[in-house]
């Protein structure tokens, strides 16, 4: 099988590194869904779209997996208006929130896509098509007998890796330290990647804090950055 045609196989897919929570949706953000989603929101689809063409010029794109609630998300695109950035997210209040600062901030450079992370990156992203991939505080699933169940397990960061360009970036980051030393054997163990730091990596500028960071740095939490590149 060639490296074009290597897909993770969706159709078997069981384990899921998610809940599906039924959260509440303020009014607020279901008219921000009802309204901006035709224009912001992209359907999951089985081949990539042509992304330059969606967003009306051309740049280098960044992928964000999990985006929570998307403070984080809003203000890395509103600080760099010379990148595309494409968010994945399953929940719809977080969905709803972002979509509301896409138009308080009246950001062009962002889009959306309500879906399992792991089939969209099977399906929608070519490889060698992303400069960049952050993935901000993953579900950590601290008990050791869901630990099936994290993101990051070797098989998605390989397939991780080879949709990154030459010299693109992987960031990762979470505030729990038995996933993160996990997810640094993993990422050390990939052979398409090299780690840009000796351990784990201090907070680039360009991930700012969130408030529920800062609350638990507050309370001494640890928060644990890695940032690999692909050489």
């Known amino acids: 099988m060639s490296a074009a045609s290597e897909k993770l196989p969706t159709h078997h897919r069981t384990i899921r590194s998610y809940v599906l929570r039924q959260g509440r ?12 989603s035709p224009h912001f929101c992209l359907p999951f689809a089985d081949s990539p779209p042509d992304y330059d063409a969606l967003f009306g010029k051309t740049a280098p794109l960044i992928l964000e997996i999990g985006f929570g609630m998307g403070e984080t998300t809003a203000k890395i695109a509103a600080s760099r208006p010379d990148l595309h950035f494409l968010a994945i997210e399953v929940h719809g209040p ?11 901030l009246e950001l062009n450079n962002l889009r959306l896509i309500q879906h399992d992370a792991v089939e969209v990156i099977d399906t929608m992203i070519a490889d060698d098509s ?25 098989a998605f960061v390989h397939q991780l890796a080879r949709r990154l ?14 996933y993160a ?27 700012p804090r969130t408030k529920f960071e800062a609350r638990g740095l507050r309370f001494g939490h640890e928060v ?3 940032l690999f590149r692909k050489p």
Request: glycine share 4%; no cysteine.
């Open 130 to 154: 992303l400069s960049g991939i952050h993935v901000f505080f993953p579900d950590p699933w601290p008990k050791k007998k869901h630990h099936k169940r994290r993101l990051l397990q070797p």
């Open 94 to 104: 977080g969905v709803g929130s972002l979509l509301q600062e896409i138009k308080r």
């Open 181 to 207: 030393e996990a997810i640094l054997e993993t990422l050390n163990a990939e052979s398409l990647l090299r780690n840009t730091a000796e351990h784990f990596a201090p907070r680039p500028e360009t991930r």
């Open 165 to 178: 360009t030459n010299d693109g970036y992987l960031h990762i980051a979470t505030d729990w330290r038995e």
């Open 25 to 36: 949706i303020t009014p607020a953000q279901q008219r921000a869904i009802d309204t901006l």
């Open 224 to 226: 644990f950055d890695l």
